[in-house]
């Protein structure tokens, strides 16, 4: 009885009628032929208008013929993976085309000349000269702060996740919080009042890099403390139960279980200041000229160095050009350093192999 | 090596709830104790107690006297870290470190404490891994990660751990719950053998396992969810499965409850 009934109301059975698997791609297309006719004729001339009435006449269209076809139900699962597929192209074509024009405009002078020349006798309107000067400076900037976060940063995470109990556990966590928002400029002003004005020290390398240390710190707290909490806690007891002291345990066990995870996480953070400019430009102050020392007297680095080559420049000639093939450098420096996180990550990770 | 357990007076508390009640009880330096009872009524506390691991777990503190040997483990000045090395353990669920090879796991006790020399180590690692029946399958393969082994290999690679320490007291919480019956033969098999060097307690939720293995079983059981656990009986393993003198154990091993 019961079995008639539910025939009864699915007359189609488990088979549906579906559409072919090249359908969302038709409609992709029609959209877009749709969306560039309709501005084409009404006069339109931002590629961002025929690009959204495509993405609305896709998403409504794989709707409209879905729901007459296959029902509502898969109606409504192609309007769901249209949409993410849009989302995905919203945000993919920004990247990509950053990519694409700094790639562009960034080869025209990036060579091993550029790479290892400052620009001490070049004037900024002048061919020629390089990034030798900045690229050392952001080098020594960065690794100063580095040293400097790392272990204070990979400490307060121990803390928090180890032994941490109660109000001061609490009071560290809100502070690490408030720490995340900083705005880079406020910390820059922070070092400034402190270092320079206050302690009446010079702008050099090391006062931005303090500058930078505070931005990084909580950002490697927090990456640090997500990833021992991952550490599973039956490992903690194992060892315990060995009678491991906890120090110990925390050194041998916790912490080389979680490396690959810490690494990438100090490497995204090395990865966020790199391209700091408000703070490298309030403290290091900037020249064109090779100074190796980061504890006394100007220095330059690569934000800083974009910044004052387009600046200069007025948007043409050798000073531009300069700005782009430094802006290259940046974002492959910056790559770089996370595809060697991914692979410290992988070659650090617990093993499962057999 | 082996040495007797007599414990006296013990409440075990998780913050302010007090889980267990007033236990005393002795267990025998070179025989195989089983704890049995229902879930939730303090077996794994109680085991946790007698090598100082309940204090690890936020709140957990404890009243009362454990003797091992002449020596109070819950004494002024004694150092927990030095009971676990006296007292082993091994867990529910086999816990390899998943950074180190199946060599360094068991070399772990040793290592990490930095008391070893290298050649002995050797020894100590073949010596431990014979005894928990493992040598054979693993010696091919000791500089491959511990945990690609399978889950009965492992629990054994776990057991061979604690005993390279050489222990006085071996715990194990549930060691066979998480694996198939022939893997679990094989450990009970190798219980047989270490209850010749080591004192065994074994907490269990398979009644047959208690009745296979233990010399002793105690029965503990709670009044009711939120009330303390209480050791009901302890005796002879033979009379607590044949002839128990109170009628709630009878009543749980034959599975009639309430």
Known sequence: MSHATLSGKRPGGLRGATLPKWFPWAVAVGATAAGLGISAAAGLQSSIQWALIAAVLFIVGSYAVSARVEGRRQAKDRTATSMVWVAFLLAVIPLASLVWETVQRGVKVLDTYFLTRSMGVVADSEPGGGIYHALLGTLEQVGLATLMAVPVGVLTAIYLVEYGRGNLARAVTFFVDVMTGIPSIVAGLFVLSLWIVILKMGYSGFAGSLALAILMIPVIVRSTEEMLKLVPNELREASLALGVPKWRTILKVVVPTAIGGITTGVMLAIARITGETAPVLLLVWGTNFINANPFSDPQASLPMYIYLQYSNSGGEGPGYDRAWAAALTLILFIMILNLVARGIARWKAPKSGR | ?258
């Open chain 2, 1 to 258: 090596m082996a040495k007797r357990i007599d414990v006296s007076g013990l409440n075990a508390y998780y913050g302010s709830f007090l889980a267990i009640e007033d236990i005393s009880m002795t267990v025998e330096p070179r025989s195989v104790t089983a704890f049995i009872g229902p879930s939730g009524c303090g077996k794994s506390t109680f085991l946790r107690t007698l090598n100082r691991m309940h204090e690890v777990t936020s709140g957990g503190r404890v009243e009362g006297k454990v003797m091992l040997g002449d020596e109070n483990l819950y004494g002024a000045g004694i150092d927990p870290v030095a009971v676990r090395r006296e007292v082993g353990m091994v867990f529910q669920r086999p816990n390899p470190f998943p950074t180190m090879s199946v060599y360094d796991n068991v070399a772990a006790g040793l290592k990490l404490n930095g008391s070893y020399k290298k050649a002995q180590l050797d020894d100590i690692v073949e010596k431990s891994l014979r005894g928990a029946n493992l040598w054979n399958e693993v010696k091919d393969r000791l500089n491959k990660p511990g945990s690609g082994l399978s889950g009965g290999q492992q629990q054994r690679l776990c057991i061979a751990r604690a005993i390279a320490v050489e222990p006085n007291v071996l715990l194990m919480d549930e060691p066979c719950s998480a694996l198939d019956p022939i893997s679990t033969l094989a450990i009970e098999d190798l219980i047989g053998e270490l209850k010749e060097r080591f004192t065994i307690v074994i907490v269990t939720h398979n009644m047959q396992q208690a009745a296979r293995v233990s010399d002793r079983t105690a029965f503990f059981n709670l009044a009711a969810v939120g009330q303390p656990g209480k050791l009901i009986e302890i005796d002879d393993t033979e009379r607590i499965f044949s002839n128990p003198s109170v009628q709630a154990t009878e009543d749980y091993i034959s599975g009639r409850f309430g």
